[in-house]
């Protein structure tokens, strides 16, 4: 029977609840909430969140006095008809100045502002354009600065960047995501299986009852005690094509055909990152195994043993189901770590060659750091964060155990 929680007993849990909700929840939704939008810092279009157009006063301002100063450079380059139309073009923008200096935000505008705004700047470009055009021959100082700054002057009414649930639709369609997608499940499934194996014979190894087992645990968990980034880098020098002591290796008993093919090519490239986690987290998943393998009773292989079962019968029999729970969490643990891998890939291959080796992890870090667009690098987040979901979900199911439940 389970029991309620008390009011008291709930007071003590809060500060958990407000833990959780601050670094777990808060990041879900506000990345839930960058998907929604077309949100990129890197430009002045798309750097916030716009339910509908704005005006950016400061840059309107700033770009209504570049285009009087502009102006004012070449007017006495023209005929007196078209200065008095340059200088009318002049006393519109100042006006427009004039009213909006002071202001520093991107505010928002009413239908008669809006129509009012982009009726000035398409009829100023207009104006400005025609005059300099009637002039092929003249040599005015700043024929291409007003070009510019008429197309800057455009982008003074931001436009909405709310794109609902395109950044979704975008997903679907983007074979670059899919490619990235194979990539990880492939890394993840061959990384984690292999560790399964050689996990399981190094936690049998350090369940036993030897002289100097002590020493064998210590030197087994070194590996898993170094930095992946170190270890990356590392396995980054073993690999090089020219001086590799591995890649040289592997090329003299004729595993590849070449030094180069470790870093060069997309397969090299993939077994040399799955090598490398191999390597690293191999220890870690014999820890938790070896967990599991200490709480069996050793009477259950002492009634075996004098039974006559066999070592192998032994471990089907008895070790693996006893190990369920510990199986499940090891695999669980290791196989949501493999699918998020970052600093592994980037390190030793940054997602190449040709983007052959790219995991889900470092196409999201690319789209938000390197070219700062957050809206769709949170929704390839958010893809990931289901496939996550997915795969603990299938774990408990297929692997049949209840970790949650109370006795």
Request: proline content about 2%; hydrophobic content about 45%.
């Amino acid at each position: 029977m389970v029991k309620r929680m008390t009011f008291k007993q709930f007071i003590f849990i809060i500060p958990l609840l407000c833990f959780i909700g601050v670094f777990s929840i808060y990041p879900i939704i506000t990345s839930c909430m960058y998907t929604l939008f077309d949100y990129r810092t890197n430009d002045q279009e798309y750097n916030s969140f716009y339910m509908n157009e704005k005006l950016n006063t400061s840059l309107l301002v700033e770009d209504c006095q570049y285009v009087n100063y502009f102006i004012s450079a070449d007017i006495t380059m023209v005929s007196e008809e078209d200065q008095a139309a340059f200088t009318e073009i002049m006393d519109s923008v100042t006006e427009v100045m004039n009213q909006y200096d002071g202001e520093t935000t991107t505010r928002n505008m009413s239908a008669e502002e809006t129509e009012t705004i982009k009726g000035f700047i398409e009829k100023t470009t207009v104006d400005v354009k025609a005059i300099y055009d009637k002039y092929p021959d003249v040599e005015f100082y700043n024929r291409e600065n007003i070009d510019t700054i008429l197309q800057n002057l455009s982008t003074c009414i931001v436009e909405s960047n709310f794109t609902g649930v395109a950044n979704f639709a975008k997903l679907f369609q983007d074979s670059r995501f899919w490619a990235a997608l194979a990539h990880t499940l492939i890394f993840m499934a061959l990384s984690v299986s292999i560790e399964f194996v050689l996990g399981m014979c190094l936690a049998l190894i350090m369940n036993k009852a030897m002289k100097g087992i002590g020493i064998i645990r210590t030197i087994a968990l070194i590996p898993w005690a170094i930095p992946t980034a170190v270890s990356a880098l590392i396995w980054s020098y073993l690999y090089d094509g020219s001086y590799g002591i591995i890649s040289k290796a592997f090329e003299s008993i004729g595993l590849i055909s070449s030094q180069a093919s470790m870093l060069l090519t997309v397969n090299g490239a993939m077994a040399s990152a799955v090598l490398s986690d191999v390597w690293k987290t191999t220890p870690y998943m014999a820890l938790l195994l070896l967990a599991g393998l200490q709480v069996i009773d050793r009477g259950l292989y002492e009634s075996a043993s004098i039974d006559g079962a066999s070592p192998v019968k032994t471990f089907f029999s008895i070790t693996l189901p006893l190990m369920k729970p510990s199986i499940l969490v090891a695999l669980l643990f290791r196989t949501l770590d493999a699918f998020r891998v970052y600093d592994l890939i980037a390190i030793l291959t940054n997602g190449g060659p040709g983007n052959g080796t790219e995991t889900l992890s470092v196409y999201a870090y690319k789209l938000m750091f390197n070219q700062s667009n957050y809206g769709y690098g949170s929704t390839i987040v958010i893809g990931m964060f289901v496939c996550v979901a997915a795969i603990a979900i299938l774990y408990v199911k297929v692997l049949g155990a209840d970790v949650l439940k109370n006795d």
